[in-house]
C-alpha cells in the first residue's frame, strides 16, 4: 500500500510500504480521511520526543473496517469508525489512578504507532469508535482535535452563563470557542493578531479583539471568568493572565516550546485567587466530542477548509504551514 514515510527527521516521501495486518485485538481499516496537525510538523522535524523513525504519521483520521482481528467483539467488516489514537501503557501509577493521559509510557497511532497518512492502518479495537451515519469521514476526521479541546474544557468546566476567552482564532481556538458557547457560556471572544482569522471567527457569531488591551477592557471590564490559551506562544501566556477575572481561571491548552519560562505575579495569584491549569491531549473525552458534533455542537464540516490525495502530500503540508485555512486534511482513498 501506500502511504507517507518519514525515513528521518526532515525527509519525507510518499511510497509503498508493506501491508498491515489486524493482530489479536486489532481492525485493519481503510482510511477514509486523516487531518494534519501541528504534532505532524513536530514529528517531521524531529521535535517530537515519542516518534519512531521511519515513521508513519497521521492521527486524526477515521475509515471502514476491511479486517477484524482474533477476538474482537463489537464489530464487524464494513463498519464505519473514527479512532483516539491515544495507546495507554495500563500499568503505571497515572494510568491505574485514573490519570492515562499522564501515563509514563503514553504513545499513539501515528506518532509512536503507523499512522493513517496511508491507504491502510491498523488500530487496536478499544481504541474504535462507531460512526453514525450521518458523519462523513471527513467530519469524523475532526473528532480527535474536538476530543482535546473537550477534555480541556472538562479540565476548565466553566459554570453555564460565565464568559469565556481564547487567545488564538486558529482551528483549536474556534473549535474551543463553539464548544464553550455549547457549555452555555454568556460571552465568548477571540483574540487574534490575524485579522483574517478575526474576520473568520466573527463569522462564526463569536465577539473578536484584537491583540489590544484595551478593546478587552471594553468587553468585560472586571476580565473573564475562564480564559484560555490555545496558540503556545509563551508571550501570549503571560498576557492571557492579565485577562483573567478574580477568582477566575487560566487553561493552558496551546503547546509552549518546553523549557520556557512565562511571568506570572504570584500575589495576584494569592490575592484574587486565580487557578492556573493545564489540558494534556484526549482522556475519556473521544466519545463525548463524537457526540457533541454529532449533535450539532461543533460544526465539523465548517472546520476543513482543505482536502488533498494522499500523493499531494507535500502540497497539504505547504497548506497546513501556510496557515490561510483551518482543517486541511488527507483523503487516502
Ligand atoms: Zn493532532
Ligand atoms: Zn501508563
Redesign the pocket.
Known amino acids: 500500500m501506500r502511504a507517507v514515510i518519514i525515513e528521518r527527521p526532515g525527509s519525507f516521501r510518499v511510497d509503498e510500504v508493506s501491508e498491515p495486518q489486524a493482530g489479536p485485538g486489532e481492525l485493519l481499516l481503510q482510511v477514509g480521511a486523516c487531518g494534519i496537525c501541528g504534532t505532524d510538523l513536530h514529528i517531521l522535524a524531529g521535535e517530537f520526543p515519542l516518534a519512531r523513525y521511519p515513521s508513519i504519521p497521521g492521527h486524526e483520521f477515521a475509515g471502514s473496517v476491511l479486517t477484524v482481528g482474533e477476538g474482537v467483539l463489537g464489530f464487524r467488516e464494513g463498519d464505519r469508525v473514527g479512532v483516539n489514537p491515544s495507546v ?5 501509577r ?2 491505574r489512578y485514573g490519570r ?1 493521559n499522564l ?4 504513545g499513539g497511532f501515528g506518532t509512536s504507532k503507523p499512522g493513517a497518512f496511508a491507504e491502510r492502518v491498523s488500530v487496536l479495537a478499544v481504541n474504535a469508535y462507531h460512526l453514525p451515519d450521518s458523519l462523513s469521514f471527513s467530519e469524523a476526521a475532526v473528532i480527535e482535535p474536538v476530543s482535546c479541546a473537550v477534555h480541556g474544557m472538562h479540565r476548565l468546566a466553566p459554570r453555564i452563563g460565565e464568559s469565556v476567552l481564547i487567545y488564538g482564532a486558529g482551528t483549536m481556538g474556534l473549535i474551543l470557542a463553539q464548544l464553550a458557547r455549547f457549555y452555555g457560556a454568556r460571552l465568548v471572544a477571540l483574540v487574534d493578531t490575524n485579522p483574517a482569522r478575526l474576520e473568520r471567527a466573527r463569522t462564526f457569531g463569536f465577539d473578536v479583539l484584537g491583540a489590544g488591551y484595551d478593546d478587552l477592557r471594553e468587553l468585560a471590564p472586571l476580565g473573564f471568568e475562564n480564559v484560555i490559551e490555545a496558540t503556545g506562544v509563551t508571550r501570549v501566556a503571560e498576557i492571557a493572565f492579565q485577562a483573567v477575572m478574580r477568582g477566575g481561571t487560566l487553561l493552558l491548552f496551546g503547546v509552549c516550546p518546553p523549557g520556557e519560562q512565562a511571568r506570572f505575579e504570584p500575589f495576584r495569584i494569592y490575592n484574587q485567587e486565580i487557578n492556573v491549569i493545564g489540558s494534556m491531549a484526549v482522556f475519556n473525552s473521544y466519545g463525548p466530542a463524537l457526540e457533541i458534533i454529532a449533535a450539532g455542537g461543533v460544526d465539523a464540516r465548517r472546520m476543513v477548509t482543505h482536502t488533498f490525495g494522499l500523493d499531494a502530500f507535500a502540497e497539504a503540508l505547504d497548506t497546513m504551514r501556510g496557515g490561510q485555512g483551518l482543517k486541511v486534511q488527507v483523503l487516502p482513498g
Open positions: 495507554f501503557c495500563g500499568i503505571c497515572f494510568c492515562a501515563c509514563e509510557r503514553g
